[in-house]
C-alpha cells in the first residue's frame, strides 16, 4: 500500500492533504531529560476546524525528545483507529521525524516505535504525514505539557 502524500505548496511547503476528507491530527510530547519522562498530546480536527477528540498519554525512560515525538504520533494513531477515523493527516512540529517516516529509514532507537507507526499505517484507507510550523501546534503543544506536568507533579 502506497501512502499518499500532501500536495506541496510553492513556496511553504504541505498545505493540502490529497484526501480532501481526511481527518487533521496535530501532535506533540513534551519531554523532561531528567526524569526521562514524556507528556505526548493529539487533537483531531476536521478540515472545518472543528475540534472532534483530543488525547494524551504518559510515558517513563523515554530516552529522547525525538522518541517522545514518535511516541505521540503512534498514540494519536491508536487513539484515531479507536474512536473509528479511517482517513487521517498527522501534522507534527518534528520535521526530522516526518522525514524519518515518510523515508521508511529507521534510525536505531526510534526502529521499535517507527515500525509500528508504519503498521498501523497500514489500517488507514488513507494517511499523510507532514510537518507543521510550532506556532500552528500550540493545542498539542498545551496537551503533551500538561500530561507532562501532571505526571511529574504527582510523583512524590
Known sequence: MSIPQPRPSPTHGPVEPIDP???LCF???AWHATSTKAGCGWIFISQQDDQLHQGTAMFENTSSALVAEAL??????LNALEVGFTRIWIKTDCQALVAFINSKNHPKDLYGISRDIEHLSLSFDCISF????RNLNSKADSLAKSALYLT???YS
Open 21 to 23: 476528507v481526511s481527518i
Open 152 to 154: 511529574t507533579t504527582n
Open 130 to 133: 507532514s510537518y507543521v510550523s
Open 27 to 29: 501532535t506533540d510530547a
Open 72 to 77: 505521540a504520533i503512534r498514540s494519536a494513531l
